[in-house]
C-alpha cells in the first residue's frame, strides 16, 4: 500500500493563478481532510470529506474548494491564489472521523508570490 | 478557532531531561490522540486516550487523559535526541481539531 500520496511536492504559483493539490489514498479510507500549517498555528483543518460525495468546511476554508467523487482522491483546488495561501498543506485519511488514527500525506509546500 | 490549545509552544531541554507538554479543550472530548510530526516530516499517530483518567505508556512516553476529559499531557522520560519534534494533540469529535503544538528541542 502506498498510503497517503500528495502531488506536486513544491509548487510555486503567482497571485490569482489557480491550481490543484493532488491527494490520494489507498487504504480504502471513508474520512479525508486538508490541513495547512503554518509557523505557529499548527494544524488548521481546511475541507473534510466523510465519504465519496460528501465535504465539509473545516475552520479555515476560504479561498479553498473540494469535491469528493470517489474514495480515493480528494483534491483541493485554490481558485485564486493569494500570498496569504503560503503554507504547507496536509492530507490525512482515517477509517472514520473519530476514534481512528489519521494517516498524513508528505505534504505540498507552496509558495505564492 | 483552536478547539484545543497545547502549552508550552516551544522546550529545550538538555538531553537526559525530562518533558511534558499539556493540552486543554474548553469542551468534553470523546477521545484525545496524539501525533509527532519530525522535523520537515509529516504527522504521526503516536496514541489515543479514550477513558476518562486513562494513563497509557510507551516505552519513555506516558500519555494521560483527564478526569473531566478536557485536557491531557504527554510525558517524555530522560529525553534524547530521537524525541525531537513537534507533538500534536487532537480531539476529534465530528471532524479533527489539532493543538496547536509544542516544538521540542534536545539539546545534546
Known amino acids: 500500500n502506498a498510503g497517503v500520496t500528495q502531488t506536486p511536492k513544491f509548487q510555486v504559483l503567482k497571485t490569482g493563478q489557480s491550481m490543484t493539490l493532488q491527494c490520494a489514498q489507498d487504504?480504502?479510507?471513508?474520512?479525508m481532510s486538508w490541513y495547512r500549517q503554518d509557523p505557529g498555528m499548527g494544524l488548521r483543518l481546511i475541507h473534510y470529506s466523510v465519504g465519496a460525495g460528501i465535504t465539509d468546511q473545516g475552520e479555515v476554508p476560504n479561498g479553498y474548494n473540494v469535491s469528493r467523487s470517489t474514495t480515493e482522491d480528494f483534491p483541493l483546488r485554490l481558485l485564486s491564489a493569494a500570498p496569504s495561501q503560503t503554507s504547507v498543506y496536509f492530507c490525512?485519511?482515517?477509517?472514520?472521523?473519530?476514534?481512528?488514527?489519521?494517516?498524513f500525506g508528505p505534504g505540498t509546500r507552496l509558495t505564492v508570490l | 478557532g483552536q478547539q484545543v490549545m497545547q502549552i508550552p509552544q516551544y522546550q529545550h531541554v538538555q538531553e537526559g531531561e525530562d518533558f511534558t507538554t499539556y493540552c486543554n479543550s474548553s469542551?468534553?472530548?470523546?477521545?484525545i490522540q496524539w501525533y509527532k510530526q519530525r522535523p520537515g516530516g509529516h504527522p504521526v499517530f503516536l496514541i489515543q486516550?479514550?477513558?476518562?483518567?486513562e494513563v497509557k505508556k510507551q516505552k519513555r512516553l506516558t500519555f494521560q487523559f483527564g478526569e473531566a476529559k478536557k485536557n491531557s499531557s504527554l510525558h517524555i522520560t530522560a529525553t534524547q535526541t530521537t524525541d525531537v519534534g513537534t507533538y500534536f494533540c487532537a480531539g476529534p469529535r465530528n471532524q479533527f481539531y489539532f493543538g496547536t503544538g509544542t516544538s521540542l528541542t534536545v539539546i545534546p
Open positions: 486516550l479514550v477513558k476518562s483518567g
Open positions: 487504504m480504502n479510507h471513508e474520512y
Open positions: 490525512a485519511s482515517s477509517r472514520q472521523a473519530s476514534y481512528n488514527e489519521q494517516f
Open positions: 469542551t468534553t472530548l470523546s477521545n
